[in-house]
């Protein structure tokens, strides 16, 4: 079992990277994100690997970080979804932002990956949602609002708040982590009208 791989770029394919290591070269298969960051050949490289024995083959998937590799295996634990349409939703959202998808059941942009249609994208946000604050990475500190605001249960001065937000042209996600950060200077009381000042303070910086 392969876990992690470091050595020196031999070749950059369409979805893959030849990595030598001491003159032994693996093919990783990368999303394309990973293979946009990594560098170019002949630079040092770090993949954290994951592998694939079947019948048949033995497959490797290389990524950045460890997290990406967890969101790897937890998106195939969604009826439907493989390692190919994984990888798609990888190239599509980083880690932080595919947890901010869930959270806030945005099955739209989980849709953007190449195919992933409505229907797998619904299952991926309700089957995950659960799932998703131990792989959210820096999007942890507010998974809970974000989920409350996806079911349609946030309270009505933070759903207003965020709204407001969305309506004067921020994205869902910059309007709740702004109503997040609202909450902590604010505190938990506040009205709408100081969320949303709190709140275009926040997106200001």
């Not at 079992?1 to 050595?7: A, C, F, T």
């Not at 030849?18 to 693996?26: I, K, M, Q, S, T």
């Not at 050949?41 to 994951?50: D, K, R, S, T």
């Not at 409350?148 to 708040?161: I, K, M, R, T």
Request: glycine share 10%; with cysteine.
């Amino acid at each position: 079992m392969i876990g992690k791989l470091k050595g020196t770029i031999d070749e950059i394919g369409d979805d893959y990277v030849l990595v030598d290591v001491h003159g032994v070269c693996y093919i990783a298969h990368c999303s394309s994100r990973t293979l946009g960051r990594i560098g170019s050949a002949g630079e040092a490289v770090v993949l954290f690997i994951e592998t694939y024995v079947r019948e048949d083959q033995l497959k490797l998937f290389g990524f950045m970080s460890a997290l990406e590799r967890e969101w790897f295996n937890l998106l195939q634990s969604v009826q439907g979804v493989g390692a190919r349409v994984a990888l798609a939703v990888l190239s599509t959202l980083t880690p932080s932002e595919l947890a901010n998808a869930i959270a806030l059941q945005d099955k739209a942009a989980i849709s953007r990956a190449p195919g992933v249609g409505p229907k797998v994208a619904l299952r991926l946000v309700t089957e995950l949602k659960n799932k998703a604050p131990a792989f959210a990475g820096e999007a942890t500190a507010n998974i809970g609002l974000k989920q409350e605001l996806g079911e349609g249960v946030a309270s009505a001065p933070v759903a207003d708040a965020v709204s407001a937000l969305t309506n004067l042209g921020y994205s869902r996600d910059q309007a709740a982590n702004a109503v997040a950060a609202a909450l902590k200077n604010g505190g938990e009381g506040a009205d709408s009208a100081k969320l949303i000042r709190l709140g275009l303070k926040e997106l200001s910086r």
